[in-house]
């Protein structure tokens, strides 16, 4: 029972910045771990990084550790990723997910998902 928007996609250069947004609908955001995941053409959906409901606790993927980071702001129903560092090999479909309960790093853990923001980085 919730919504999902994301936003903040667009074209930056290797080794540029960008922030992700994810709005979501439902007064029981909260409740909710959240997720981040992404796709390249012809590549299959792959992990990104993962919010406890807390904030408290937070995973990532090895091949962005250390340049991302997951964030929520509960009282604004959003989370977002702060993506440093950008590679090309970045380049990709973005998606936010939402599962309630606890964080999980699975695809098919997750029970709601946005439509997806463009991401290019460009050499």
């Known amino acids: 029972q919730v919504q999902l928007v994301e936003s903040g996609g667009g074209l930056v250069q290797a080794g540029g910045s960008l922030r992700l947004s994810c709005a979501a609908s439902?007064?029981?955001?909260?409740?909710?771990?959240m997720g981040w995941f992404r796709q390249a053409p012809g590549k299959e959906r792959e992990f990104v990084a993962a919010?406890?409901?807390?904030?408290?606790?937070?995973f990532y993927a090895d091949s962005v550790k250390g340049r991302f980071t997951i964030s929520r702001d509960n009282a604004k129903n959003t989370v977002y990723l702060q993506m440093n560092s950008l590679k090309p090999d970045d380049t990709a479909v973005y998606y936010c997910?939402?599962?309630?309960?606890?964080?999980?790093?699975?695809?098919?853990?997750?029970?709601?998902w946005g439509q997806g923001t463009q991401v290019t980085v460009s050499s």
């Open positions: 919010i406890q409901w807390s904030g408290s606790i937070t």
């Open positions: 439902g007064r029981t955001f909260s409740s909710y771990a």
């Open positions: 997910a939402a599962r309630y309960g606890s964080a999980r790093l699975e695809e098919d853990e997750y029970d709601y």
